[in-house]
């Protein structure tokens, strides 16, 4: 901090990343000052808050989304007295309330794409405009994380942040053993019950035998992502989205995902009238079932989108397995991101090639990130824990560097890829999508503002093109993606802004929805 107003804090899983943070809060206490803390995930909070409370009493305020509208009112009215709380945790929306005397401001988790901003607007990453509240106050930033994002590993490489690490686990406790399971191998010597492998289920029974807990985690909520017709291959799909539905048992209901619109289960084809359907997939509600059936006595809990819906239920499912009383914990994302449980030894990544076959540029980036943040849930005390990784690809370059725990191996190879595209950090990105009812309409919009775009952005405007999800919320989506330099990006964000203007400044293309984007994630 003597040298950067923002540095960057890359501790391996279990370093004592936190136990830093707390001197740092007191260090900013003792001066008169505020602290700003920021988490990725409202599920993280409780067991922060917690901890902060034991060590700093009750200096501490909580602000997220979750909470009640007359609890975020009494907050900020609280932010605005002569007595303003002295330590604020929450998750992205924190950064707007109203600081008097902000004196440092703490981004755990810097790397999680939770902190951006999609809907509504406005769009915003949370880090970025933590660094930009810090500059306002002329305080500083300290961005941490076990696997810090691209963009800030550039920018610490590059000395425009500082830079500290911490590589060895608190109490020199070993980093987890990783293994693979091959599944083309294991399915073809018949190994496998259901979606888990002979090797996965004998790790979870000797876990279980010794009383310790065992994360499973699977990225898809659900029960399956699809229903299909075995006669023509018909897949039911939403009416005003373009997306398959998911079946979720426990309501006995199909889901669309994108819109929220629910659907009665069909009994017999749409397309040709079979009443021969089958489910293919699997999510994380299936996983659940497979679990009881494997494992009848333990005590088994799924935490999800669908699970954590209730104000209190994410707190239930968390206090339950902080003391015991749930033995393997089901989740998606939302078991990745920082919690720390003193009796898990095990944990299980059931499918990591959809985690790497996203069609997204930082697709390996985050399929990383997620590998190596839920594997380092586990043996965070004593012993090192044992994390089982389900693929099919098991040669797969990620999956080499997730066993290796290299994050520099990773670094070094997608800055690589993303020197030779031209993508981030090297480039900045805007990205225009184009929404109507009728996709003609759509569609002329999209190409017209392409063309007059070119002429000054040349190669660097791609698109338009029609996204993998094409229609949602029954509006028709198209979507340009325009490559800003950094040297001149500045420039060129005002003669996108005055083209935009002038292309929806005609009648024929008003009517069309324009949602832009900048650094897209």
């Not at 902000?102 to 509504?120: F, M």
């Amino acid at each position: 901090f003597e040298k950067h107003e923002v540095v960057l804090l890359r501790g391996v899983t279990s370093s004592g990343k936190t136990e830093l943070y707390i001197t740092l809060i007191l260090e900013a206490l003792s001066r008169g000052q505020q602290v700003l803390y920021l988490l990725p995930e409202i599920a993280l909070t409780t067991q922060i808050i917690a901890r902060l409370r034991s060590r700093l009493g009750e200096t501490v305020a909580v602000f997220h989304s979750r909470m009640a509208q007359h609890e975020r009112t009494a907050l900020w009215m609280r932010c605005t007295s002569d007595t303003p709380p002295r330590v604020i945790v929450g998750a992205r929306s924190a950064i707007f309330l109203p600081f008097t005397r902000l004196g440092l401001v703490i981004v755990d988790e810097e790397h999680d794409p939770s902190y951006k901003q999609h809907e509504p607007a406005p769009r915003y990453h949370a880090r970025d405009m933590a660094i930009v509240l810090a500059a306002l106050h002329g305080t500083k930033v300290l961005l941490g994380s076990a696997t810090p994002s691209m963009e800030s590993l550039y920018n610490a490489r590059s000395g425009k942040y500082g830079s500290v690490e911490l590589l060895v686990r608190y109490g020199d406790v070993r980093m987890p053993m990783i293994t693979r399971v091959d599944l083309r191998d294991a399915a073809k010597r018949k190994l496998m019950r259901g979606h888990f492998s002979a090797t996965l289920i004998d790790h979870i029974q000797q876990a279980l035998d010794k009383r310790e807990q065992v994360i499973v985690f699977q990225n898809r909520r659900g029960y399956v992502p699809v229903w299909q017709c075995e006669t023509c291959d018909w897949v039911p799909q939403c009416d005003q989205c373009d997306v398959s539905l998911t079946y979720h048992k426990f309501q006995h209901q199909l889901r669309c995902h994108y819109c929220g619109r629910q659907y009665a289960p069909p009994t017999h084809c749409g397309n040709c009238g079979s009443s021969r359907l089958r489910m293919l997939g699997f999510g994380t509600e299936k996983i659940e079932e497979e679990l009881s059936e494997l494992f009848t006595s333990a005590r088994i809990a799924r935490m999800d989108q669908d699970t954590t819906r209730g104000r209190h239920a994410l707190d239930r499912i968390l206090t339950a397995f902080g003391q015991g009383a749930v033995d393997i914990l089901v989740g998606t994302q939302m078991v990745t991101k920082g919690l720390d449980f003193d009796h898990v030894s095990t944990v299980a990544i059931l499918n990591a090639d959809n985690l790497m076959r996203f069609p997204d540029f930082r697709a390996h980036e985050r399929a990383f990130q997620l590998m190596a943040q839920v594997a380092g849930r586990s043996g965070r005390r004593k012993t090192a824990g044992t994390v089982i990784i389900q693929a099919q690809e098991v040669q797969h370059p990620i999956l080499e560097l997730v066993v290796h725990h290299d994050v520099e191996g990773m670094y070094q190879r997608e800055l690589e890829h993303r020197r030779t595209h031209g993508y981030p950090p090297f480039m900045r990105l805007v990205q225009l999508t184009l929404k109507h009812r009728s996709e003609e309409r759509v569609a002329h919009t999209a190409h017209t503002l392409a063309h007059a775009l070119r002429p000054y952005f040349g190669d660097l405007v791609l698109g338009p093109e029609i996204p993998v999800v094409s229609r949602i919320r029954d509006k028709h989506l198209r979507r340009l993606l325009v490559k800003l330099p950094r040297a001149t990006h500045q420039a060129g964000k005002e003669h996108l802004r005055d083209t935009i203007d002038r292309v929806f400044g005609d009648s024929a293309h008003s009517a069309v929805q324009l949602v832009t984007d900048v650094d897209p994630l």
